[in-house]
Structures are given as structure tokens and as C-alpha cells.
């Protein structure tokens, strides 16, 4: 299996290339932060930890830099993916960088408008360009694999407004996408879905917390945290996708991390599965703030 995942330095996109390694799978890690230069995140998890990662848990990580929001180090990118495996498999768009640059509950006319609009060529550009480039290795054999990773699935979303205009707009644009992807990809009998992992660990977010991995349970945030999940849980999700025979049978849909453990028997770390989607919509939503255990 070949696979590249776009966004692969942490969190989400680091737990997907990972649990593809563990599938054995050759994994382009792309991404903008390297050991030599940081990304504006200004974080200290890097492309090469990431590969490095891959290759430990029994793949093949290959670290590239790149940024997708610059078509030619995109079309350079796929240049390479083509010249060392002349196909590619698995594409998984996980490009967001957004962080630090919403405004939660601000309406439009007191949002930071250029904040704004770099949120959404982060999170809907970079994904599009992605696609431009690295889409025509993945028709070259048939059943590929497009990935798109967003917060909350379609249906969750589409009921709910997503703190404001620029995160609503980025989050339903993405499950868009992997909509357009299945459409776009039927005539080569490849698949395109959304992926939304629930409230997640990651090292940006125990970091915000002042908890590491070991002792996230003290972090005192509201219940759903309780309920989180580490990058692994949707990363082997996708994962399971990626090797079904049948994956097909996602094509078009968004679907959360809990289905995906619920349809594959799968469990997170720790042995659990977590269903905070669940969770939030049918106890949090209805003014419950406890209870969370049986969603474990």
C-alpha cells in the first residue's frame, strides 16, 4: 500500500500515517514543519518524527516538506510519489493550520476578516490543490482511496452552528469534498470519504490543557473530555478503510471514528471506545453533564 497523507506532522493526520504504517503501508509524511523549520503553529512536532513513527510501528515513513498551499511544491511533491512508486493508493487530506486563528462565538462583523479567509485557504485550498496533483496517481489503478478529515460529520453539522462563519464554513466544505471525491473517483471504482475523529487528544490540545497522555483525566474541562481520544483511535479507522475490500461501501458518507470502531471492532489505546459524538447528542445536548462512563 502506498499512501500520502497531507498534514501528517500531528494530531489527527500523525495518528492515520501511523496506524497505516502498522498496516504495513509505505507513507509519504508531508507537511510544512521539519526539524530545520517551523511552520507559522510554531509547534515542535515535525514530518520526520512522524516517518520516523511510520517506520516503527512496521511501515515505511518517508518525511517530505511541503506546502499545499503552493501548487508547485504540490506538483513537485506528486513528481517524486510518481517517479519512486508510480501510484499511489491512499490519499489523506488532513492540511488545517488554523488553529489560533478563529474566533470562538464572534460574529462575522467583529471576526478578524484576513484571520478568516487565511483559515479558509488553509483548510479548503490546500486540500483542493491536493487533490489537483496527486488525484491522477490515484486513478492509476483501480480502488484509491480519498480521504478527507473534518470536524463533526455532515450530518452533525448541518444542524449546528460551528462557532463562526469561517469554521463553519471550512469543517462543511471539507465533508463536501470527500463527496465531490466520491463522485470524481466512481468511474475508477475508488472511494472518497469524510473522517471526523471526536474530542481529541492531541499534543496541541493536552498541551492547552497542562496534562500529557499519562494523566489527561485531571485536565479540568467540561465532561466530553472525558469521553476524548487519542490520534490513533480514527487513525486506525482509516486504517481499516484503506485495507477493506469492501470499502466502497463508504463512498460519499462522513462518518465519525466511533462508526468506524463500531463497524471494524476496533478500540483506541486503552482498550476503550470512545463515542463522544453520542455522548454530546444524547445526553450533553439535553442538559445531562454526566453519565459520560457509558460512553467508553
Not at 495518528?15 to 515542535?44: D, F, H, K, Q
Not at 517517479?83 to 493550520?97: P, T
Not at 467583529?110 to 485550498?125: E, M, P, Q, S, T
Not at 483511535?233 to 471514528?257: E, L, M, T
Amino acid at each position: 500500500m502506498i499512501a500520502l497523507v497531507a498534514g501528517a506532522t500531528r494530531g489527527t493526520g500523525r495518528g492515520i500515517a501511523v496506524a497505516l504504517g502498522a498496516a504495513g503501508a509505505t507513507v509519504y509524511c508531508a507537511g510544512r514543519s521539519t526539524r530545520e523549520r517551523r511552520s507559522e503553529m510554531n509547534r515542535p512536532e515535525t514530518i520526520e518524527e512522524s516517518a520516523e513513527l511510520v517506520t516503527a510501528a512496521g511501515g515505511t515513513g518517508i518525511p517530505v516538506a511541503c506546502d499545499f498551499l503552493d501548487p508547485a511544491q504540490v506538483e513537485v511533491l506528486a513528481g517524486r510519489v510518481e517517479r519512486e512508486q508510480g501510484r499511489l493508493d491512499v490519499l489523506v487530506n488532513d492540511v488545517w493550520g488554523g488553529d489560533g486563528l478563529w474566533e470562538w462565538d464572534t460574529p462575522v462583523w467583529k471576526h478578524d476578516v484576513d484571520n478568516g479567509f487565511r483559515l479558509l485557504r488553509l483548510a479548503i485550498d490546500t486540500h483542493i490543490l491536493s487533490a489537483r496533483h496527486l488525484m491522477p496517481l490515484l486513478i492509476k489503478e483501480k480502488g484509491g482511496l480519498a480521504v478527507e478529515v473534518t470536524d463533526g460529520t455532515w450530518s452533525f453539522n448541518e444542524t449546528r452552528y460551528r462557532e463562526n462563519v469561517y469554521y463553519d464554513l471550512a469543517k462543511m466544505s471539507v465533508n463536501r469534498l470527500a463527496f465531490a471525491w466520491s463522485n470524481e473517483l466512481r468511474p475508477y471504482e475508488g472511494t472518497g470519504v469524510a473522517v471526523t475523529p471526536g474530542f481529541l487528544r492531541s499534543e496541541a490540545m493536552l498541551d492547552n490543557f497542562g496534562v500529557t497522555e499519562d494523566n489527561w483525566r485531571e485536565a479540568e474541562v467540561d465532561s466530553a473530555w472525558m469521553v476524548s481520544e487519542t490520534p490513533a483511535y480514527v487513525g486506525r479507522g482509516v486504517a481499516a478503510i484503506a485495507q477493506d475490500p469492501d470499502k466502497g461501501r463508504w463512498s460519499g458518507r462522513s462518518v465519525s471514528s466511533e462508526e468506524l470502531a463500531q463497524a471494524y471492532g476496533l478500540t483506541d489505546v486503552d482498550g476503550s471506545r470512545p463515542r463522544v459524538w453520542s455522548y454530546i447528542t444524547e445526553t450533553r445536548e439535553k442538559g445531562g453533564d454526566t453519565g459520560w462512563e457509558s460512553y467508553r
